[in-house]
């Protein structure tokens, strides 16, 4: 099935721990998203990567480290879990950085940090 | 003010019937927008994406864009049980990247 795939789809965990969430996608798309949805299904954008380049970084603690080996995944580790990190993090990906092009999610990662 | 604002609902209207979902933005230098649905536990799924003054129609779904007034809304003609869903309006603001910001959604039922 051609996708954005997620793994882990659920992740609980204690606080200070550290964790990596993994992305791929078989789309052919170049340019690749972490999403962050909180409780009140607010979805905000945090990275983006453009065939391995990042292009978007937004105001988010650096404990937040995402990584492109290649245009097809992206992952994102997280250092020192705390309470607020839990939330759904959406993977998403688009044909390309520039022009006006949709983006594709994954089904998410569900982080609850304990 | 918020970047992007839609009423949260719910929006509650009959099978059969057409519903009304509306979103405003606040950069007017604003291209592209987009609705995306979302199931309960799901992800979001794009719908329709529309960049041009005027009505894109795709099936029982029609995007309308006033640049002049900043609005975009979708109409969902015939509703159904099945479109009961959070959507989501998504705008990419002028710019480099393709960033886009939502807003927070609005909740649909369809009710029988």
């Known amino acids: 099935d051609t996708a954005v795939s997620q793994t882990p789809k659920y992740l609980v965990t204690q606080m200070g721990n550290d964790k990596s969430i993994k992305c791929e996608q078989n789309?052919?798309?170049?340019?690749m998203y972490w999403y962050k949805q909180d409780s009140k299904k607010f979805l905000k954008i945090m990275f983006s990567?453009?065939?391995?380049?990042?292009?978007i970084n937004e105001t988010v603690p650096n404990r937040f480290s995402p990584k492109s080996p290649d245009k097809a995944h992206l992952n994102l580790h997280i250092n020192s879990l705390e309470l607020g990190d839990s939330a759904v993090y959406f993977c998403?990906?688009?044909?390309?950085?520039?022009?006006?092009?949709?983006?594709?999610f994954g089904p998410g990662t569900r982080l609850l940090v304990l | 003010q918020k970047e992007v604002e839609q009423n949260s609902g719910p929006l509650s209207v009959p099978e059969g019937a057409i519903a009304s979902l509306n979103c405003t933005y606040s950069?007017?230098?604003?291209?592209?927008f987009f609705w995306y649905r979302q199931y309960s536990g799901k992800s979001p799924e794009l719908i329709m994406f529309?960049?041009?003054?005027g009505d894109k129609e795709d099936g029982r779904f029609t995007a309308q864009l006033n640049k002049a007034s900043q609005y975009v809304s979708l109409l969902i003609r015939d509703s159904q049980p099945s479109d009961s869903a959070t959507y989501l309006c998504?705008?990419?603001?002028?710019?480099?990247?393709?960033?886009?910001?939502f807003g927070t959604g609005t909740q649909l039922k369809v009710e029988l």
């Open positions: 998403a990906s688009s044909p390309g950085k520039r022009g006006t092009v949709a983006q594709y």
């Open positions: 789309l052919g798309h170049d340019t």
């Open positions: 990567y453009n065939n391995k380049e990042l292009i």
């Open positions: 950069d007017r230098g604003s291209q592209s």
């Open positions: 529309i960049y041009s003054n």
């Open positions: 998504a705008v990419k603001p002028p710019g480099g990247g393709n960033k886009l910001t």
